[in-house]
């Protein structure tokens, strides 16, 4: 057995500042000269590069649909037999998700910290805590964090109004100043924050003071062995994109790719216009939009995709990446973009959310899961080659094959079938 002090951090719904409760916490214990290892519920890409920032440690993700149980039991083991602290953020609210929230936490054995917004409201704060504790099978909430507090008065408000069986946990104030920026996918990527690590202190420096100064009680959990993959892509080197553009990938992708054999060397396609010496490429997801004037002049990239995907190897496109392979792209403004040109038809943006779930997709090469999360729609003559379907209610995405080139709005996590993955990359 192995012990480390662990909070899972939870909220009533999306928009409370489970992220940034997170991320303070992390960026203080961090400070305290603790090792901190910050693990995302769901798919999400952006909250783990705010987490990874914030502690100088991966940020990955744990999901008991798209990851599964198995993959967050022995990931949470791996953490704590080297850390001082485990953070869990969880996803939208305490009971959304299915599995909810409040199953992952009893199931892996995580105690709640609860963070609610109590920007408007006062002795309602331990209505709604009592509540999210006690429904239906309830919940392991310990602690509850007041986010966006107005004063000392409006705090000892929400103090006051706790139950005997939930403690306080303390509070932020509202400040503007510390707060992380967004924009359509969500936060902003932590890169393109300026001055993200001064915004973390002074979140930091706000928590400093409160209750959870202190570690949480340790957790015990079983030693767990690390899964072993066949190398299957042994002596294979494997181009990633990895720039502005092209930002969202999983750790446990990578860490994937190398268990597999597979040795990776990132490139960036709206930097370099060349492809490094490579047996495949990956193209992940990220924001083609913003960039598309750079792509589009990017005419030795474009090429060397070319070149690449006319030689028969395999090119894997998801969605940012999809996007950037068709032939054009098409801005809210109307504006029109040539993209690489390695698929027929345009991608189209659009103000509203155009997909969102989790997805599971049967190749030929095996079963995948992932997710999918865009605001732009494909115009394709191309017929689809397989279809990812979603794995709560109806809908998916359609995946496209020409050649070697598979490409699809949705994300896969490798982690789900290292096969399958090898397959898609050999």
């Avoid at 395999?314 to 690489?340: I, K, N, Q, T």
């Avoid at 079963?367 to 689809?384: D, I, K, N, Q, V």
């Avoid at 080139?405 to 994300?411: E, I």
């Amino acid at each position: 057995m192995v012990s480390c002090p662990a909070w899972f951090v939870a909220a009533p719904a999306s928009g409370h500042g489970k992220t940034t409760v997170v991320a303070a916490l992390a960026r203080l214990h961090t400070r305290l000269g603790r090792k901190v290892r910050v693990f995302k519920c769901g798919p999400d890409f952006l909250d783990p590069m705010i987490h990874t920032a914030a502690t100088g440690q991966p940020c990955e993700n744990i999901d008991l649909m798209m990851c599964g149980e198995g993959d967050a039991r022995w990931r949470l083991s791996r953490a704590a037999q080297e850390a001082d602290l485990i953070l869990v953020e969880g996803v939208m609210g305490l009971y959304d998700s299915q599995p909810s929230g409040a199953a992952l936490a009893r199931r892996l054995g995580l105690p709640i910290l609860l963070v609610i917004d109590a920007s408007a409201m006062g002795g309602s704060f331990g209505a709604i805590a009592w509540g999210l504790k006690h429904y239906r099978e309830g919940a392991p909430i310990v602690q509850a964090f007041a986010n966006h507090v107005g004063s000392e008065f409006h705090a000892r408000l929400c103090l006051e109004s706790l139950p005997e069986d939930i403690q306080w946990a303390g509070h932020l104030p509202r400040d503007a100043e510390a707060a992380l920026p967004e924009r359509h996918l969500g936060l902003l990527p932590a890169a393109e924050i300026a001055d993200l690590m001064a915004r973390l202190d002074r979140l930091a420096d706000a928590l400093a003071d409160s209750p959870l100064a202190k570690l949480p009680p340790a957790i015990d959990r079983a030693v767990l062995p690390a899964p072993t993959f066949p190398p299957l892509l042994a002596g294979k080197t494997i181009a990633v994109a990895r720039d502005a553009a092209f930002c969202f990938i999983y750790p446990a992708n990578l860490e994937c790719l190398a268990a597999l054999g597979a040795r990776i060397e990132f490139f960036s396609p709206l930097a370099d216009v060349a492809l490094p010496t490579c047996d495949a490429v990956w193209l992940p997801g990220g924001y083609p939009e913003l960039y598309a004037a750079q792509i589009a002049a990017n005419a030795g990239m474009r090429a060397a995709l070319t070149k690449h995907v006319a030689a028969g190897k395999p090119l894997l496109a998801e969605c940012g990446g999809l996007m950037a392979c068709c032939e054009a792209l098409c801005d809210v403004e109307g504006r029109s973009f040539p993209m690489f040109g390695l698929l027929p038809g345009r991608v189209q943006m659009q103000k509203r959310l155009a997909g969102l779930g989790l997805l599971a997709a049967a190749l030929p090469e095996g079963r995948l899961t992932g997710h999918t999360f865009h605001y732009s729609r494909l115009e394709t003559p191309l017929a689809p080659f397989a279809q990812a379907n979603r794995l709560a209610g109806p809908g998916g995405e359609a995946i496209y094959r020409t050649g070697r080139l598979t490409a699809s709005y949705m994300h896969f996590y490798f982690p789900s079938n290292p096969e399958a993955t090898a397959g898609l990359f050999s």
